[in-house]
């Protein structure tokens, strides 16, 4: 079904359910993630009952799954972690490892080969390097990933979990290859969103000026905490409350990019939608 407005043929998106597939379907879980290489759907991690390890590759054309026989680097299950694709290469970052336990450690996976490697990127210059964590939004924008936010874990036992929301914002440059450049921490003027985690964040490019949009959705911050407020300790983030949406807009000038924070200019409570404009 197409809808005709404005001169323009736009798609009504319409779901359906997929039956009838072959091969070892994964298990039921939650705080996986997935990416798509052209007819392939990469799952990877989660929790049920622990922390999930395995590696699940449906294919769309034949729909069909299967489980690849990696090697390498294979890192231990995570869950709630960061997760990009850049052509056939996999970037897996932080998330949980056990209970109370994070991690910020980054992963690679080249699936033309199905090959693990742990990448070892620089600290930034100007800071240290992203603290464990999970929860967080990991976005891939040309060649560089975009790190939001997430939660952090202060106590040094697991199981006496102390949480610690987070607002940082990092950037990890790539190379081509088989390589990245190291962790950068971007200075930012504004005002900086509100710590959360668990958030989703999306890429929009715009064709006509090349510019990049990331729309960064809800989210659970610490709203019970300090002067947010006093009623429950945590709160979803919507337009018009306390950790409401914002935006970044990066420009270039001639001593280098400038990231500024700034409040979306229509404030729609029926919304939760959160744009960050990036000029490259």
Same mark, same amino acid.
């Given at each position: 079904?197409?809808?005709?407005?404005?001169?323009?043929?736009?798609? $009504?998106?319409?779901?359906?359910?997929?039956? !009838?597939?072959?091969?070892?379907?994964?298990?039921?879980?939650?705080?996986?993630?997935? +990416?798509?290489?052209?007819?392939?759907? +990469?799952?990877? !991690?989660?929790?049920?009952?622990?922390?999930?390890?395995?590696?699940?590759?449906?294919?769309?054309?034949?729909?069909?799954?299967?489980?690849?026989?990696?090697?390498?680097?294979?890192?231990?299950?995570?869950?709630?972690?960061?997760?990009?694709?850049?052509?056939?290469?996999?970037?897996?970052?932080?998330?949980?490892?056990?209970?109370?336990?994070?991690?910020?450690?980054?992963?690679?996976?080249?699936?033309?080969?199905?090959?693990?490697?742990?990448?070892?990127?620089?600290?930034?210059?100007?800071?240290?390097?992203?603290?464990?964590? &999970?929860?967080?939004?990991?976005?891939?924008?040309?060649?560089?990933?975009?790190?939001?936010?997430?939660?952090?874990?202060?106590?040094?036992?697991?199981?006496?979990?102390?949480?610690?929301?987070?607002?940082?914002?990092?950037?990890?440059?790539?190379?081509? !290859?088989?390589?990245? *450049?190291?962790?950068?921490?971007? $200075?930012?003027?504004?005002?900086?969103?509100?710590?959360?985690?668990?958030?989703?964040?999306?890429?929009?490019?715009?064709?006509?000026?090349?510019?990049?949009?990331?729309?960064?959705?809800?989210?659970?911050? *610490?709203?019970?905490?300090?002067?947010? %407020?006093?009623?429950?300790?945590?709160?979803?983030? &919507?337009?018009?409350?306390?950790?409401?949406?914002?935006?970044?807009?990066?420009?270039?000038?001639?001593?280098?990019?400038?990231?500024?924070?700034?409040?979306? %200019?229509?404030?729609?409570?029926?919304?939760?939608?959160?744009?960050?404009?990036?000029?490259?």
């Amino acid at each position: 079904m197409r809808l005709i407005k404005r001169g323009f043929k736009m798609l $009504i998106p319409r779901w359906k359910r997929v039956l !009838g597939w072959s091969g070892p379907v994964p298990r039921p879980r939650h705080g996986h993630r997935a +990416v798509a290489i052209k007819e392939l759907m +990469v799952v990877f !991690g989660g929790g049920n009952e622990g922390i999930v390890d395995e590696l699940h590759v449906y294919n769309t054309a034949t729909n069909q799954w299967f489980i690849p026989a990696v090697r390498g680097d294979i890192p231990p299950g995570c869950a709630a972690y960061g997760f990009v694709c850049d052509g056939t290469r996999l970037l897996v970052f932080g998330g949980m490892v056990e209970y109370g336990k994070y991690s910020n450690d980054l992963y690679e996976l080249q699936a033309s080969r199905w090959e693990w490697k742990k990448l070892k990127p620089k600290a930034p210059k100007n800071g240290p390097p992203p603290c464990p964590r &999970l929860g967080h939004s990991f976005s891939l924008v040309g060649n560089k990933c975009y790190l939001f936010g997430g939660l952090a874990n202060d106590s040094e036992d697991p199981k006496n979990n102390i949480p610690r929301y987070l607002n940082d914002l990092y950037i990890l440059e790539l190379r081509p !290859g088989s390589n990245v *450049a190291g962790w950068d921490i971007p $200075i930012t003027y504004g005002v900086l969103p509100p710590p959360r985690e668990s958030h989703t964040a999306v890429v929009y490019t715009d064709r006509s000026n090349k510019k990049s949009r990331l729309f960064r959705v809800s989210g659970i911050n *610490a709203c019970g905490r300090g002067a947010f %407020s006093e009623i429950s300790a945590f709160k979803t983030c &919507l337009p018009g409350f306390p950790g409401a949406p914002c935006a970044i807009k990066i420009s270039k000038s001639p001593d280098g990019a400038h990231l500024t924070w700034e409040p979306p %200019s229509v404030t729609n409570l029926s919304s939760s939608l959160e744009p960050l404009t990036i000029g490259q």
